[in-house]
């Protein structure tokens, strides 16, 4: 192997361990949330582009947010590697390369606060060209993640900000599409991806790292309540973000097609409720991390539907 192999593999591997401060993998799928609400919000496509604005600075914003996490957690994610090991039971989509690089040493928290300033700066710059209401929201999810973090030792209601936080996405989607939303009709998205954040994503994440928080005495629902609450919390969780979806979709303006309703059921059931059922049969790790994974598809699922919905109603 040449030098010049040699100097590309190392640049290479530099710029995964970018990626994974970013969770890259999870801020790709995320991209389908603000899409998946501008796309059944106006039932078309928005103009090209809107969509490749959007789409941009949706990516540099949960690119700039992810990073902003592991910056804010440095202290609290290191102690935790030294208590664990950066090990992980089971596949999870957010360490896919590597686990808190930063507090690996694999990165510095210089390097670290670089890479989340640029990717935030431009998710700024894009969210203002698209509405500068939706800088406004992007400055507000800043806060909120931040506080998340910080409530880790504090308080099991910051999952109640995680759910927050992964609405503003979808909310900044629609006023860039709609200068005037509907009160009522966004007050049902937002109960629909709160949940599903709630259920699909934060508390089973906190289930899988139980044993860590525990040594950490972090203040989380499973380290709260304990394994079988956070389960049938997960589960009820999910269960209303399905009905929600459902009655968002019902109360759209215009004809909603039955096979909309069919594919958005189906979704849910497959991707939410069927490995939520699973986990309350067995709470462990490795399920937790099955149900994250799983739910983690669930807005891409939900856009593939609605665009083919669009597109066969379009021809």
Known sequence: MNSTSVQNQTTLSYLKLFLALSRTTHALLDIATPCLAALVWINTFPPLGIMVLGIGTALSGYLAVYALNDIVDFRLDTIKLQQAGSSSAGFDLDTLYARHPMAQGLLSLREGIMWAAAWGVAALAGAFLLNPACAFIFMVSLVLETAYCLLLQVSHLRTMVS???????????????????????????????????????????????LDEDLALKAKTIPARFGRHAAGM??????????????LFLAVLPGDTRFILFIGALA?????LILPAWKLLKDLGRAQAAVLFNRASYYPLAMLVIISIDIIFVIG
């Open 267 to 271: 979704a849910g059931l497959y991707l």
């Open 233 to 246: 919390l997960i589960m009820a969780a999910l269960i209303m973000s399905v009905a929600a979806g459902l």
């Open 163 to 209: 759910g927050m936080v992964k609405t503003m996405g979808a909310l900044a989607a629609v006023l860039a599409v709609d200068q005037a939303p509907d009160i009522y009709l966004l007050l049902l998205l937002f109960l629909w991806l709160f949940f599903w954040e709630i259920g699909g994503q934060n508390i089973p994440n906190d289930l899988a790292d």
